[in-house]
């Protein structure tokens, strides 16, 4: 069913690679996804990708200011051993694995993020990539209609990068992060399933102003995967109807014993499902915002 709208979605459903060192030495990499949605270098993603790049990349701006400021204690002559003393342990202490470098890589060299639109409400981001070439996207992706029926029971499908790893390698003359050979296409994993609910977002305190456009989330009755954050959900015909935020876990009432467990051990029992941003949020915030996109004819 999905075969047609897999290989249309695969042209503009992209990764991005989180990449980190810390202290110990030790390089790792978290993997995301983000749908290109124009020529003009804007993409939408989840927000909670863009929020953790800047909380890395604030980790290691304050580490290296720290360590900045310890080697022009140790190279100042004029002052005593006591003062050297005093000035350092005014600096603030880190663990092994804190961050010390970072960097965000969005699908291509040496595309940068230049600005970043969120609606924190429903984990969205809209990002705008400078240095971006339009070309390098065959199909650029159409968004559903909202003011068309988005039926109960619609099968939809999800796209993204899971069960995959990249362990990057770190270069301190260059200051830069590579990706091993090998690595890069990431494959895509697609998972399907059916539009539970339509999910209303209620905020407390309300907005002030509120948005022009509602706050939703559509549900599935399949769950997102670890590198499915961001990437695309969508119809048959490749039309994107969300985009995908969490994994929620549904309490379904009963907790049978453990096997093998202890006495009165209970196992409880949860239906997972994916929440993502809905249409008529992605499309109210790009019109908000002007951003140009293409919209479905039903």
């Keep these: 069913m999905f075969a047609d709208a897999c290989e249309l979605a695969r042209s503009f459903t992209r990764p991005v690679v989180l990449s980190r060192r810390d202290r110990a030495g030790n390089c790792s990499a978290a993997i995301g996804a983000f749908v290109v949605v124009n020529r003009d270098g804007w993409v939408v993603t989840a927000y909670h990708i863009v929020e953790e790049a800047e909380r890395s990349a604030q980790a290691a701006k304050e580490f290296q200011a720290a360590e900045v400021s310890r080697t022009a204690i140790y190279a100042d002559p004029t002052i005593d051993k006591k003062e050297r003393s005093r000035r350092l342990k005014a600096l603030p202490t880190f663990s092994p694995d804190a961050t010390t470098n970072t960097s965000a890589w969005w699908s291509w060299d040496p595309v ?5 639109v969120a609606v924190l409400a429903v984990d ?61 296409p990431l494959p895509l994993f697609p998972n399907d399933g059916i539009l539970t609910r339509i999910v209303e977002v209620e905020m407390n305190p309300p907005l002030n102003p509120p948005p ?69 949020t992605i499309v109210g915030a790009m019109r908000d915002r002007g951003i140009a996109f293409a919209l479905s004819q039903d």
Excluded at 241 to 258: A, C, D, E, M, N
């Design 112 to 116: 940068r993020v230049k600005d970043i």
């Design 124 to 184: 969205l981001a809209f990002v705008k990539l400078e240095s971006f070439d339009p070309d390098s996207v065959v199909t650029y992706p159409v968004f559903k209609d909202p003011t068309k029926p988005m039926q109960q029971g619609r099968s939809l499908c999800r796209l993204g990068f899971p069960f995959h790893s990249v362990q990057p390698v770190f270069h301190p003359d260059k200051n830069a992060f590579e990706l091993p050979p090998g690595s890069i």
């Design 212 to 280: 022009p456009f509602k706050l939703r989330l559509i549900e599935t009755s399949s769950p997102g995967l670890r590198g499915q954050s961001g990437g695309p959900i969508f119809d048959q015909n490749g039309t994107i109807w969300g985009i995908q935020s969490r994994t929620v876990h549904h309490p379904l009432g009963f907790s049978p014993p453990v096997p093998g467990g202890k006495s009165n051990e209970k196992e409880h029992q949860f239906m997972n499902v994916g929440w993502g941003a809905h249409a008529e």
